[in-house]
């Protein structure tokens, strides 16, 4: 099946630098992805919605400048953390929709594959 | 707003153990519901799901039934495997919408 390729799995990180993560869909042409966000023992939270070859649309209370995701290709899209904080130390997780698959629920905009999480830890 | 509401684990079971994960609603109109697995190491993975109410979605021994009157889409399974060890999330997704409204999370561990 369709797989969603995420890199580095783990990064650590001295405060203030910038980290980027990658995502990526392996076998099929993502229009769209998406940025998760998660803390230990809450739900998973979206950050952003990412279209190919536009800008981001984020969540409301996601800064934008500190989180910057690009979209350049059909098949990547990254997430940089600006000037990270130990705040930021998380859980992040993308997704990418295959416009295919017809497995997405009613409405159908495509199913949703997930990518295998990032966990960055800002010291 | 919309949100979703899973039991705190872990769930821990022996092998061949009934499972319930209990998950409910709050939201407007009829979403579609969705249970999600992550396994050790990988990404959240579709497990099954409902688009109305009253539909059960199946999967891999594991059902759930979408229950409009108590907004609830419980995680049943009858009789678990060590290999069904993982995080389960429960979310919801409205028609025409792309964004997915995830629970916490459920882990469950099997024992042999």
């Known amino acids: 099946g369709a797989v969603v390729s995420q890199h580095p799995s783990r990064v650590i990180c001295k405060s203030g630098t910038s980290v980027k993560i990658e995502c990526r869909s392996l076998?099929?042409?993502?229009?769209?992805m998406f940025w998760y966000r998660q803390f230990p023992k809450q739900s998973l939270m979206l950050m952003a919605t990412s279209n190919e070859g536009s800008k981001a649309t984020y969540e409301q209370g996601v800064e934008k400048d500190k989180f910057l995701i690009n979209h350049a290709s059909l098949t990547l899209s990254t997430l940089t953390v600006t000037s990270a904080h130990p705040e930021d130390s998380s859980f992040y997780i993308c997704?990418?929709?295959?416009?295919?698959?017809?497995?997405?629920?009613?409405?159908?905009?495509?199913?949703?594959?997930f990518g295998e999480g990032s966990r960055l830890t800002v010291l | 707003g919309n949100s979703v509401t899973q039991m705190e684990g872990p769930v821990t079971l022996s092998e061949e153990a009934f499972l319930t994960i209990n998950c409910t609603y709050t939201a407007t109109g009829y979403p579609s519901l969705f249970w999600y697995v992550q396994y050790p190491g990988e990404g959240l993975q579709l497990l099954l799901k409902a688009t109305k109410a009253d539909d059960k979605g199946s999967n891999k021994g594991f059902e759930a039934t979408y229950r409009k009157e108590t907004t609830s889409f419980h995680l049943e399974k009858g009789s678990v495997q060590v290999s069904d060890s993982a995080v389960y999330f429960c979310?919801?997704?409205?028609?025409?919408?792309?964004?997915?409204?995830f629970g916490t999370g459920t882990r469950l561990l099997v024992s042999p």
């Open positions: 979310a919801l997704r409205y028609t025409g919408f792309q964004k997915l409204v």
């Open positions: 076998d099929f042409q993502a229009t769209t």
């Open positions: 997704s990418a929709r295959d416009p295919f698959s017809q497995r997405g629920g009613r409405g159908n905009t495509g199913e949703l594959f």
